[in-house]
Each structure stands twice: as structure tokens, then as C-alpha cells.
């Protein structure tokens, strides 16, 4: 970030920092994700799970929300949001970073009609499928074949987020976004409606269950 700000001086990046608009700095974007050869993942999934060289002695639980795709499509994607026609779906399929991507099959499984709400949510849905909601799946049922006597917990969350959703920017429309079960998970105490305080509640119980006994 201090070098986008041109702010390279060992001595005095911090100072240079601090003189940024906050306006600025919220509009800069920090790609993290984990890299693979490195003591953190040391070898990518599908050859971990080829050579069986990986932790199989454990249980694992893993899920998705309803709309994984929306928010965050929103987010890294915003033309989605003004996509109106079977061709801006196709022109903003093929955007996105991943090789060999067929738009021909993504637009036959994906888009049904062409209305521009349809179009969009299609795009949305896409999007999650293709960057979490798949890849998890995938993963939980190799995992699952590979490892016969673990148990493995599979989970597709429903509930909305109504009180961190809005501050992380999920609209109604967007549907169940990603990271809504995290206020249920932690809990938001009274915060919640009674009602959503007792399924944090089960939710709590449950997670904290697995973490003791695996199960």
C-alpha cells in the first residue's frame, strides 16, 4: 500500500501515509491469498489429494451460504450489476481470470432468459459456484472418499445476515451472502431478536461440538 502511495522512504513511509486522503486509502484493493510452494501450502489440493499427502486423521466440516457469488461479485466485479443482455454476460464471463473457461456452457447452465435481474443474479450465481461454492464441495467429498472413517460435515447456510449483512454491504437482493453465518457463529447477543439468539445459540453449540469431539 505505502508504494502505491509512492510513500517508499524506509525512514519516513509511515509519516508519507499519514498524510493520505482516508478517501484514498479506502478506494486501494490488497490482494491476499495464500501462495502455494510455501511452508503455509506447500503443495495446491488436487496433488495433496494424488499422492495422499495430507492430514487424513482428522474431521472436517465445511459449508457455503445460499449466494456466495453476489457481494462478492459485487464487489470485484461492479458491471455485473448493470448486466442487461445474454452478451454482457458472456463479455464479463470471459473477464474473469480463470483459463479455459467455455462462456458457451456457462451461458446454457447459467442463463435461463434474458431479463436484466435474471442476467445479473445468473452472473452472481456463477461467480459463487465458480470461486467457493464448487471448489468447497469438491473439496469436502475428495476429502470424504479419500479419508472413509473421518467424519466429514457439510452444511448449506439459509439464514441471512441482518445485522452484519448491511454493514458488509449485502443488500435484500443479494440474498444469503458470503460470511453470513459468522454473526450466528460468534453471536451478536442482544443485538439479535430473541428468536435469532437461540439459533446462535444451536449454532454455537454445534460448531463448538465439533471443535471438542469431531463430531
Not at 82 to 92: A, C, E, I, M, P
Not at 129 to 144: N, V
Request: one cysteine or more.
Amino acid at each position: 500500500m505505502a508504494k502505491s502511495f509512492k510513500c517508499t522512504d524506509p525512514k519516513d513511509w509511515l509519516n508519507c501515509l499519514r498524510k493520505v486522503d482516508a478517501k484514498d486509502i479506502l478506494t486501494k484493493h490488497l490482494d491476499i491469498f495464500p501462495i502455494i510452494g510455501t511452508e503455509f501450502l506447500p503443495l495446491d489440493a488436487q496433488h495433496s489429494f494424488a499422492t495422499h499427502n495430507y492430514s487424513a486423521d482428522i474431521d472436517i466440516m465445511a459449508g457455503v451460504m445460499r449466494n456466495e457469488g453476489s457481494m462478492l461479485a459485487h464487489m470485484m466485479y461492479p458491471a455485473s450489476d448493470g448486466l442487461k443482455s445474454k452478451q454482457d454476460f458472456v463479455d464479463l464471463v470471459k473477464k474473469v481470470t480463470i483459463p479455459d473457461l467455455d462462456a458457451d456452457k456457462i451461458v446454457d447452465f447459467y442463463l435461463h432468459d434474458s431479463t436484466e435481474n435474471s442476467t445479473k443474479h445468473a452472473f452472481w450465481e456463477f461467480f459463487g459456484d465458480l470461486g467457493i461454492t464448487c471448489p468447497t464441495y469438491h473439496f469436502a467429498k475428495q476429502f470424504a472418499q479419500n479419508s472413509p472413517n473421518k467424519e466429514v460435515y457439510f452444511y448449506d447456510w439459509t439464514q441471512p445476515a441482518l445485522i452484519l449483512g448491511p454493514i458488509m454491504g449485502c443488500t435484500t437482493e443479494m440474498g444469503v451472502c458470503h460470511a453470513a453465518d459468522i454473526e450466528y457463529v460468534f453471536g451478536m447477543g442482544v443485538l439479535m431478536k430473541l428468536e435469532h439468539q437461540e439459533f446462535s445459540e444451536s449454532v454455537m453449540k454445534m460448531w463448538t461440538n465439533f471443535a471438542k469431539t469431531g463430531y
